[in-house]
């Protein structure tokens, strides 16, 4: 009786295709189309697992298609370069051992057959897949402390392109990053912008406006998420990164100073940017209170055309408070202008308690050189025992934490302007947005009295400023 198989498949599979070709795979199966030829074998399926490792345990989708037609007989034989293209885990070679076992499914190789009917032959197999784990366990940390050391050195990272930056090499021929000089204004004009009051958003809806090309080029759009890591990523600072740490300053030219980014950081970290729904679209929505409950007078379309803000029914309000949009919109906002043209609002807001920015920045590196300091002294020396090192390293963690706060809770003055008259002059321009900033710079909030029935016109005694300044 003719055993020879009819319906053989062939199993191709490579680790890291960083061309994206899959050259690779086509390789391996023409080598193994030219075996199947040699032994009479007719090809039925190829399985291809490209860019896969069989080391690390991620899913192979073609192998496990493969094993799953061997189990129901639409194919009856295995084609492979080499075993490690098939696995190199020892247990997944047990499983596949004690299937090919089972089924009299015979595995050929095109370094050489292995017969896995026979003792001998298994036993082959498993010493072969011992090695070639050992193998893979040696590259994998041979790969680690390549890593750890370029870390250490600052070299940079190899992966995608970073916005602002192309992958090159320094003198010494290590990896490092090269500024993109168009691409660096963009990178300073959205950190500028963003520092000044601007949304991510509205700086993303801007940049595709003008047709600014991201990273990755072609038709892919600015958004708040590409904004977010690219101006939070601590590459743009010249930081180096390993294992989701700042280990030290890289090998590259920055091209935002540490105290710009360290205010980014901390702004776009900042806790209230974290809250869901929409921003406030109406220019004095949560900064009007009912004289009579304390809430914040809701924005309602109705009556047209401006619409009206007023107090939310019960149990949330009194719902006894209600003021025209346009009146009041326009009347705080003339209040504001006069405020901000006057020399003793220009006075207070320069005079206003502004933090430290460098000196908080210097305070954040001294602790980050004291968490390196505590990690040499437990990792390195053994000086220190693990509760010692757990407590200090949670205390200098809470201070950065802390530091970092504090640059996050900057006042819009140091953003939008320095003075009342710097302020003054955003305003013919500025977006409801900015216009809210710049209201919330000078005004706590307002107090809505109740107006007198019948009455058709807004009385500005019915508005109690109160003043930031």
């Not at 601590?234 to 280990?247: A, D, K, N, T």
């Not at 309602?300 to 939310?312: E, I, L, N, V």
């Not at 020396?381 to 996050?408: C, K, Y």
């Amino acid at each position: 009786m003719d055993t020879t198989p009819t319906h053989a498949a062939i199993y191709c599979r490579i680790s890291k295709d960083i061309a994206g070709t899959g050259l690779g795979v086509e390789r391996q199966e023409a080598l193994c189309q030219n075996l199947a030829r040699e032994k009479g074998w007719k090809v039925a399926q190829v399985y291809t697992d490209n860019d896969l490792s069989a080391f690390n345990g991620q899913g192979r989708p073609a192998y496990e298609r493969m094993v799953s037609d061997l189990e129901s007989g639409t194919i009856d034989a295995v084609l492979v370069v080499d075993q490690d293209r098939l696995t190199r885990h020892p247990m997944q070679l047990e499983g596949f051992i004690t299937l090919a076992d089972r089924l009299g499914v015979p595995l050929a190789n095109v370094s050489g057959d292995i017969d896995l009917a026979s003792s001998d032959g298994r036993f082959r197999a498993r010493i072969l897949g011992a090695v070639a784990r050992q193998e893979s366990e040696k590259k994998s940390e041979r790969l680690r402390r390549q890593k750890d050391q370029a870390a250490s050195k600052g070299w940079a990272q190899g992966g995608r392109r970073r916005y602002g930056y192309r992958h090159a090499r320094a003198e010494d021929g290590s990896a490092t990053l090269q500024v993109i000089p168009e691409e660096a204004e963009i990178v300073r004009e959205t950190a500028s912008r963003f520092l000044s009051g601007e949304s991510l958003r509205q700086i993303a809806l801007n940049l595709n406006a003008r047709g600014v090309p991201t990273a990755t080029g072609g038709d892919a759009r600015w958004r708040v998420t590409t904004l977010r890591t690219m101006l939070g990523g601590p590459h743009i600072s010249g930081l180096r990164v390993h294992h989701g740490e700042i280990v030290g300053e890289g090998n590259w030219e920055p091209i935002l100073d540490r105290t710009t980014w360290e205010q980014i950081r901390a702004i776009l970290g900042d806790p209230r940017r974290q809250r869901g729904g929409r921003p406030a679209v109406h220019l004095l929505t949560g900064l009007l209170m009912c004289s009579l409950c304390g809430v914040s007078l809701r924005h309602s379309p109705r009556p047209a055309p401006s619409g009206r803000y007023s107090c939310d029914p019960p149990p949330g309000g009194c719902a006894k408070i209600a003021i025209s949009a346009r009146r009041v919109e326009e009347m705080i906002e003339a209040a504001v202008l006069e405020a901000l043209d006057s020399p003793q609002m220009a006075t207070a807001l320069r005079e206003a308690d502004t933090p430290d920015l460098d000196g908080i920045i210097r305070q954040i590196e001294q602790a980050e050189a004291s968490l390196d300091e505590l990690a040499r002294h437990y990792y390195t020396e053994h000086h220190i025992s693990e509760r010692e090192f757990i407590v200090a390293r949670n205390a200098l963690d809470a201070r950065i934490t802390d530091l970092r706060g504090q640059l996050a809770q900057r006042p819009v003055t140091g953003r939008l302007g320095a003075s009342g008259r710097d302020l003054r002059g955003l305003w013919d321009d500025a977006d409801t947005t900015t216009r809210r900033q710049i209201i919330a710079e000078v005004i706590d909030h307002v107090v809505v009295s109740p107006g007198v029935q019948g009455r058709r016109f807004v009385d500005p005694g019915r508005l109690q400023i109160i003043w930031r300044a």
